[in-house]
């Protein structure tokens, strides 16, 4: 099937950002078929009139922990949330139920707001690839591997070989890509983090980790140690090609350089780690090393939204803020990573991340009628400080219309309800702890 995307000002984000202010793409089947300035098409069997809107590549979320929906706005300003409130909670309430509910409204939310791929850490990882397959949203998923136990795994031995089943399970899948999650780098043992690498290049996929994310992180290295998390990982053989390090606030030179040496790939997630006051990353300095950086929200407990026109304003400021430097990043420059730039993190640029003929069919329509959209006299600076999720108004993911209108298939209504029913007895055990903080 053929379907025309015309009239719109194309954002290619490919390696010359090409644009076309008056545009056609054209798609058949799962891929862009054609790019370029408008002309005549044969055989198209749908057109969508894209007429006073950007067109632009699906955006990539490179971190998340989409089942956690349901803990937004929970113990928000509580110091040491993490251990004093959620991971109690978590293994208290937390079942596959929830997990795929809450999946299923988290994904809703990431393509109403123009997110097409998103990499996951979490548990419960069948239920959440079936919820992918059921929203149409390409997605990584990582079984997390902690040292304690968890909502699905008695152990870290236990979540490691849960994670290679689903791993050995799920290849080869269109829109599902499976792949591993350590927790951090204070949260597992070195000896799961060389059997989770080994794992990982066996099959040739990711292994996701906080990296470098608390002060007690740092402390506790520098204290039992005397390094650094990246250091340590590198000791152990764990820095490469294969590893998405999230986060990475505290990163020193030698740090910077061992990652850019060994080909590590970043997940940046500005919104929660202003939020918990840990600090903002050395994105720049990453960025001038040839690291690959791309943006995440951080799960909704942690970022609050899963939105990344956030995001893309929120690292915009920070950045600019930390080095002081008004010049620093150009929108056009925080817009590509935040799709070329998250396809490269994910290790999927040969797919996705650009509007390029032979891509994957991940394209995102955003409006411009709203009053906060006018005048667009750059287009990449009014999606970076103007635009809000509410302006997508048309997603596709691989050739699928997945949002039409700004509405999905399936009504955000209804998912609210499925999760709410769903989320009962969790409210009730969320209130008696918040009782205890």
């Known amino acids: 099937m053929r379907k025309l995307i015309t009239n719109g000002w194309i954002l290619t984000m490919d390696d ?5 202010q008056y545009g056609d793409i054209l798609i058949e089947d799962n891929k862009i078929l054609y790019v370029g300035e408008k002309k005549e098409h044969e055989n198209v069997d749908e057109v969508i009139d894209a007429h006073n809107c950007l ?30 409130f959620l991971f109690p909670l978590e293994n208290a309430c937390m079942n596959a139920k929830l997990a795929y509910k809450a999946a299923r409204y988290g994904m809703a939310e990431m393509l109403l707001s123009g997110i097409t791929t998103f990499a996951d850490m979490y548990y419960f990882m069948d239920d959440l690839a079936k919820a992918s397959e059921e929203m149409g949203i390409r997605a990584l998923l990582g079984e997390t591997v902690i040292n304690q136990a968890s909502c699905d795994a008695k152990n870290d031995e236990e979540g490691l070989k849960i994670g290679e089943d689903f791993i050995a399970r799920w290849q080869n899948h269109e829109l599902v890509r499976p792949i591993l999650a350590l927790h951090g780098t204070n949260t597992n043992r070195a000896e799961i983090f060389q059997k989770a690498m080994d794992i990982v290049k066996k099959y040739n996929t990711l292994l996701m980790s906080h990296v470098a994310e608390m002060d007690y992180e740092m402390t506790y290295f520098a204290d039992n140690y005397g390094k650094t998390p990246v250091a340590w990982l590198n000791d152990l053989g764990c820095l490469n090609e294969h590893l998405l390090a999230v986060h990475c606030i505290h990163l020193n030179d030698d740090d910077i350089a061992l990652m850019a040496k060994n080909k590590v790939k970043v997940a940046h997630c500005i919104a929660s780690n202003l939020k918990a006051g840990k600090g903002i990353a050395p994105v720049k300095d990453m960025i001038n090393a040839l690291i690959d950086v791309g943006l995440g929200t951080d799960g909704a407990s942690s970022g609050n939204t899963l939105d990344l026109f ?18 620093l990043f150009p929108a056009k420059d925080i817009v590509k990573i935040a799709t070329m730039g998250g396809a490269r ?18 394209v995102v329509i955003v409006s411009l009628d709203a009053a906060h959209m006018f005048p667009c006299h750059d287009p990449y600076s009014l999606l970076v400080y103007s635009a809000n999720a509410s302006d997508v108004k048309h997603v596709f993911v691989n050739g699928k219309q997945v949002v039409n209108n700004r509405k999905l298939a399936i009504s955000i209504q209804q998912l609210r309800e499925e999760l ?7 409210n009730i055990k969320a209130k008696e702890l918040a009782k205890t903080i």
């Not at 956030?310 to 010049?327: E, L, N, P, V």
């Not at 996705?352 to 994957?360: A, F, P, Q, T």
């Not at 709410?420 to 969790?426: C, D, G, P, T």
Request: charged share 30%; proline share 5%; hydrophobic share 30%.
């Open 16 to 20: 010359n950002n090409h644009e076309y």
């Open 55 to 84: 067109i632009i590549p699906g955006m990539v979320n490179t971190h998340c922990h989409v089942p956690m929906v349901p803990f937004r706005t929970l113990g928000d300003d509580c110091p040491d949330r993490l251990r004093r």
């Open 310 to 327: 956030i995001s893309m304003r929120m690292f915009a400021g920070s950045q600019k803020t930390k080095y002081h430097d008004r010049s």
């Open 345 to 362: 993190a994910l290790k999927m640029d040969k797919e996705i991340g650009s509007l390029e003929v032979g891509k994957k069919a991940d």
């Open 420 to 426: 709410a029913n769903e989320m009962q007895e969790f």
